[in-house]
């Protein structure tokens, strides 16, 4: 049985061993593939990449599309080569709502990292990833390379890791956005509840401006009533995530959203079961007040980071709990969080009905359009997944995100924009920067994606379990597609290798549960 050290909640990754990925290089060549450059361009190739220690330096033909391959082509002078002819390369993926594996979860950080960069993901923004403490060392530790993990955004939730009291005044939330710039972070969550009101967040927000800090609040309904995402967004909020704070942006004939007499918050099965009802009490597409709410929201700058699929369960609970990649990559201790259980947060399927099932399908119908729309009115939506709760695993449930994106009306295309360069500029926002990664360019850092299938011509094609396909000479099923390498800083993962480790985590814990 698995023990915890008394009060630790996140274990740090093990330093990166021997084997665990190779370079960055002096000079690395990628040849011969056709590259999605993650700015909203069509794909082209063939084309060589060429790397520098850990930034891209060139991108050359390699020839005419249809016709065999330049042979020897420049450049000759290098340290390291892969042959990517035929497969697809792409800006390695942005999930811009993570958390990090609990010690409730598995044995160390580095389970969650490795089923992210498995999958492509080369960038998690954590909000919050760990403690403050360990979140800021684990940002070091990745951006030197001393462990195998995506390259680390740290936010806080607002008073963690600050030791003077209760954030109880406008000009205690200031001093805090002070000490969170000061110690590193990258950004600050809000939550919308307990002693967090509008006129402590607005002050917030106001400081993390002048402090060029990013902001990512999750709307609970506790204060929602007094504090929407209209209201947020008009605060100087950056991101909005989840779709708390929306639709209350959005209510006709009420102003606040009808509960059951006997609604309790604190009950998750109550809560999550009525959120989906919401839908009944919104001025919905097509409406002034609908284009309004996006206008505006768009003027401001904001960011809609909808996170679908971590909610995906509430829709259709028996997908979610049978997931293929589940029994595989699933640890014991994950899979008893996942389970019905009144203390564990998200575990709220205690008896789940088809009509709440109908009523979430119908709400994501809605969900969906909102994001749609606010995209195609020049809005940016990005992906991220919250993985960790409710049936979805870091990684895999990147992936399942982009196929509801799919669902909501993004092209394929919109979607690998979504997944990289909109999510690199969401983070680098704040900073008033341009980001150094997102897109497949001259001078950009060296974070990318190959597959060996296009996965504009089938998302499913990314997943770690790869995509079953009939065939047509043998009239046999076959695997076909996931994540061949992930480049991160310039080092090459094998995507399949990282993984077994996980595959070998699982195994081990199954077998110390089943001895006496």
Known sequence: MWSSAEGQRFVPAPARKPGEGVGPFRRMVIRGVTMIDGAGGPPRGPVDIIIEGNRISNIRSAGTPGVPLQPNREPRDFHHEIDATGMYLLPGFVDTHGHGAELSKAPDLSYAYKLWLAHGVTTVRGVPLADVTTALSEKRRSDKNEIVAPRLFAYGR?????????????EKAREFMRWAAAVGLDGVKFFNRGDETPEIDRAALDEARKLKLGTVAHLSQNNVGSFNADDAGA?????????????????????????????????????FGEVANIREHIYGPD?????GYLDRQLQRGVTFDPTFVIYAASRDLMKARTAEWLPTYTLPRLMRFFEANREYHGSYFYDWTSERELAWKKYYELYGRLMNDYKNLGGRVTVGTDAGYIWKLWGFSYVEEMEIFLEAGFTPAEIMRAATSEGAASIYAPKAEPAPFGMVRRGMLADLVIVPENPLANLKVLYGTQHLRLNPKTNEPERVGGVRYTIKDGIVYDAPALLRDVADMVAAEKRSLEQP
């Open 158 to 170: 607002i008073g963690e890791g600050w030791k003077e009291g209760r954030i109880d005044s406008p």
């Open 235 to 271: 605060a100087g909020l950056g991101t909005v995530t989840h779709f708390y704070g929306h639709f209350e942006s959005l209510l006709k004939d009420v102003t606040l959203q009808p509960f059951p007499a006997d609604y309790n918050n604190d009950d998750e099965s109550m809560r």
């Open 287 to 291: 409406t002034p007040q609908w284009r």
